[in-house]
């Protein structure tokens, strides 16, 4: 059976999508206003209405009551709040530093180039970061970025970041996560990333595998994060 065409408010949402992860409009800029807009593509508003409505419940534009239509932008909050899932034994949600200790270009390790479906030792960026809550150590990261998409990456080593690496990814490489999917395991500390945790070698670990998603659904980072459990615990809310 022939497959049927998108409906039509869907594929001006996918143009529109591709023109921004294009950068014809920058984060925070303003987009051209709806009538512009539906004359542009040669449709009614109501569709055009349709479109923009879906592009905003993934939070890839803003919609300013009197103000117009805006390209959303990464901000430190949100990467926080809304993609580090964890608290303290309180409850607390932690607003932790991080500090980056390694940076480096290489072929992709198998895990890598799986998660992110690139073909074996296409070249990353790859990088671990350390996490600290009140001056503990208490997540570590190992990250892998595909080296097409972040060309001359760059972050000052040994020194707490400014920004969330959400907002680095959008502000310096055009680059907008929108989702994440993520999977959990427990392991046990192997010796490395014990000593970087300051645990001993076999202390409990929560082991989270995440791959983070763009605006055109491309598979854009791989995150394996190590967390401590006795400092630290994953939290959800399903609805």
């Known amino acids: 059976m022939k497959a049927q065409p998108a409906p039509l408010y869907a594929r001006i949402e996918a ?20 009538p512009v807009l539906a004359a542009e593509y040669g449709i009614s508003q109501g569709t055009l209405r349709r479109a ?13 009551q009197g103000a117009g239509t805006y390209v959303a932008e990464a901000t430190s909050a949100r990467a926080l709040f809304h993609f580090f899932r964890v608290e303290t034994p309180g409850g607390a949600r932690p607003v932790p530093t991080s500090i980056a200790h390694l940076l480096e270009t290489r072929p992709a390790r198998g895990a890598e180039a799986a998660a992110l479906s690139l073909a074996p030792r296409a070249r990353v960026v790859a990088m671990e970061r350390l996490r600290l809550v009140e001056g503990r150590p208490v997540v570590l990261e190992a990250i892998a970025l595909p080296a097409t998409l972040f060309a001359g990456f760059a972050l000052p080593l040994g020194q707490v970041l400014e ?6 990814y959008q502000r310096h490489h055009g680059v907008t996560v929108l989702r994440v999917e ?3 395991t427990a392991i046990a500390a192997p010796a490395e990333a014990a000593a970087r945790l300051d645990v001993p070698e076999g202390t409990p670990l929560l082991a989270i595998s995440r791959v983070a998603f763009d605006v ?3 598979r854009v980072e791989h995150r394996h994060t190590l967390l401590r459990t ?10």
């Open 163 to 168: 920004d969330e690496l959400y907002v680095h």
């Open 52 to 64: 923009l409505a879906a592009l905003e419940a993934q939070h890839v534009i803003e919609r300013r």
């Open 216 to 218: 055109l659904d491309r």
């Open 15 to 34: 143009a529109l999508r591709a023109r921004i992860a294009a950068g014809e409009w920058a984060p925070g800029a303003a987009l051209p206003t709806e």
């Open 230 to 239: 006795d400092a630290l615990r994953y939290a959800v809310e399903l609805r």
């Open 182 to 184: 993520e999977r959990l």
